[in-house]
């Protein structure tokens, strides 16, 4: 994968006047910067064309060449895995950004997990769909910023977006999600709502087309979150090797020859 310094428009008229049979637009971070999935002996005689253009490549370190159609033969065997897991109803909306629509009940969520591989993620779309409908505030809920920066550079510095990381000095992420929420004026609940039986099922089917961000109780848009510690015992220690600038990607195959047989050790090939 590579980011190159131009919009999607001018992406795809280099793929599509030249004879790369791998290349394929995989995410659209903002308007000056698109990430290419592709083989990387064309992503390098790619490169070596926009040099004359003006136009610069960096490199996406990056084990498989995501949200491309290189990855799907790994799109059944992981939709399989997922269709063991039983799934709630989300008490918030959660919008699924390559399905661009939120989660409600009766959604195939293995299906739509699944094809987040192959599907072309546009990061310009979401904020700005986001913004039609009346939300400027972002919080950043991981350890860093990036996220932050690209929706800065999406809405141009605009004074009446509000975004801010949540990455605090302390070890507890609450902390720094509290003190990024308390920036709007807002407080967190101390406790997380909870459903009972007779609960009626929420409905977010269209929920972002259908409401504007005044009908929100919490007007704010949460740009990234997650809960998977790779390479950490507990979130305190994934933290710690956050802020230490320790990875936890590693190939399972190099440690155990066994994994090769995993949906996707062996079976695609890395670009």
């Known amino acids: 994968m590579a980011a190159i310094s131009c919009g999607?428009?001018?992406?795809?008229?280099?793929?599509?006047?030249?004879?790369f049979e791998s290349l394929q637009i995989a995410v659209v971070n903002h308007q000056k910067q698109t990430v290419l999935s592709g083989r990387k002996?064309?992503?390098?005689?790619?490169?070596?064309?926009?040099?004359?253009?003006?136009?610069?490549?960096?490199?996406?370190?990056?084990?498989?060449?995501?949200?491309?159609?290189?990855?799907e033969p790994a799109v059944e065997p992981f939709r399989k895995s997922l269709t063991n897991l039983q799934f709630s109803v989300a008490e918030i909306p959660v919008y699924h950004c390559t399905e661009r629509t939120c989660y409600s009940p009766g959604r195939d969520l293995p299906e739509i997990l699944s094809r987040q591989f192959t599907r072309q993620l546009n990061f310009v779309e979401i904020v700005e769909r986001l913004r039609r409908r009346g939300f400027s505030s972002f919080i950043e809920c991981g350890g860093g910023e990036i996220v932050t920066r690209l929706i800065r550079k999406i809405?141009?510095?605009?004074?009446?977006?509000?975004?801010?990381?949540?990455?605090?000095?302390?070890?507890?992420?609450?902390?720094?999600?509290?003190?990024?929420?308390?920036?709007?004026?807002?407080?967190?609940?101390?406790?997380?709502?909870?459903?009972?039986?007779?609960?009626?099922?929420?409905?977010?089917?269209?929920?972002?087309?259908?409401?504007?961000?005044?009908?929100?109780q919490t007007p704010i848009a949460i740009t990234g979150i997650g809960c998977v510690l790779p390479g950490a015992r507990d979130p305190s220690h994934y933290w710690q090797n956050i802020k230490n600038g320790v990875g936890g990607i590693v190939d399972l195959a190099a440690i155990d020859p066994n994994a090769r047989r995993d949906f996707m050790a062996g079976s695609v090939k890395t670009s």
Do not use: C, W
Request: net charge negative; proline share 8%.
């Open 41 to 71: 002996d064309e992503l390098q005689q790619l490169g070596d064309m926009l040099v004359a253009h003006g136009i610069s490549m960096t490199r996406v370190e990056s084990p498989f060449p995501f949200h491309s159609r290189q990855l």
């Open 8 to 19: 999607p428009e001018r992406a795809t008229e280099f793929i599509q006047s030249n004879p």
């Open 155 to 216: 809405v141009r510095d605009d004074p009446a977006v509000k975004t801010v990381a949540a990455a605090p000095p302390q070890q507890d992420l609450r902390v720094g999600i509290q003190t990024a929420v308390r920036t709007f004026g807002l407080e967190l609940e101390t406790e997380a709502a909870t459903t009972t039986e007779n609960s009626a099922p929420i409905r977010h089917d269209d929920y972002i087309e259908e409401k504007t961000s005044s009908e929100y």
